[in-house]
Every structure is written in structure tokens, then in C-alpha cells.
């Protein structure tokens, strides 16, 4: 069974930094797609940013396009977010997630989830 564990969120000012990382273990089949999901209070799960285990296509939120970077290392069985510009309104739960469909950044298409890790945007 996949599990995902993610690590790197924290109390950061506007303008700064965070790079979150997204262990995987266990034993799975092959997933297609890795991504990074966000929940607000009161707000639906979104996409944030996806990566295709296959053949490295990418998608990321138009919020997010030019602030955050995603990427891949299987040798350690991780992927990476790195977020910069820090905007108050990225303050979220950002989790990881799996998914066996062909591609896609959409939640309910996710099977495995880790436990979130907190991003807090304020001054």
C-alpha cells in the first residue's frame, strides 16, 4: 500500500519561500501522476501543481504559474514543490497525492493521500 508523507510547511512572510517535499513508500503499482492538492478553510481541494510519472508533463494552477516549481527525483521516491512569491492567499493545508488516471490535477481522481502539511502566509 502507497503511502505519502509530506514535509516542509511553516509560517513564512509574504514574498518568501517554502519547499515542500512528498516522500512515497511501500508497495503500489506504478502511479501515473503525482500532485500537489491545497485546501483553505471553507474552500474546495484544488490543484495546485501535477507531474506525470511517464513522461514528466506538467500542469500547474494558473495562481501559481511563475511562483511555484514542481519536481521529481525517483531515486529517492520524492517530489518536491517549491513555492516562491508567498502570497497570503497560498495560506493552506497542501497535500500530496497519487493517482492512477492518464493525467489529470484533480482531486477526485487522487487515490492516495498523505496527512497535509500547513502553509501559513502572513505578516
Known amino acids: 500500500q502507497l503511502q505519502l508523507v509530506e514535509s516542509g510547511g511553516g509560517l513564512v512572510q509574504p514574498g518568501g519561500s517554502l519547499r515542500l517535499s512528498c516522500a512515497a513508500s511501500?508497495?503500489?503499482?506504478?502511479?501515473?501522476?503525482i500532485g500537489w492538492f491545497r485546501q483553505a478553510p471553507g474552500k474546495e481541494r484544488e490543484g495546485v501543481s501535477c507531474?506525470?510519472?511517464?513522461?514528466?508533463?506538467?500542469y500547474y494552477a494558473d495562481s501559481v504559474k511563475g511562483r511555484f516549481i514542481i519536481s521529481g527525483d525517483n531515486a529517492k521516491n520524492a517530489v518536491y514543490l517549491q513555492m516562491n512569491s508567498l502570497k497570503t492567499d497560498d495560506t493552506a493545508v497542501y497535500y500530496c497525492?497519487?493517482?492512477?488516471?492518464?493525467?489529470?490535477?484533480?482531486?477526485?481522481?487522487?487515490?492516495?493521500w498523505g496527512q497535509g502539511t500547513q502553509v501559513t502566509v502572513s505578516s
Open positions: 511501500g508497495f503500489s503499482l506504478d502511479y501515473n501522476v
Open positions: 497525492a497519487a493517482g492512477w488516471v492518464n493525467w489529470g490535477c484533480e482531486a477526485p481522481s487522487f487515490g492516495s
Open positions: 507531474i506525470s510519472n511517464y513522461d514528466g508533463s506538467i
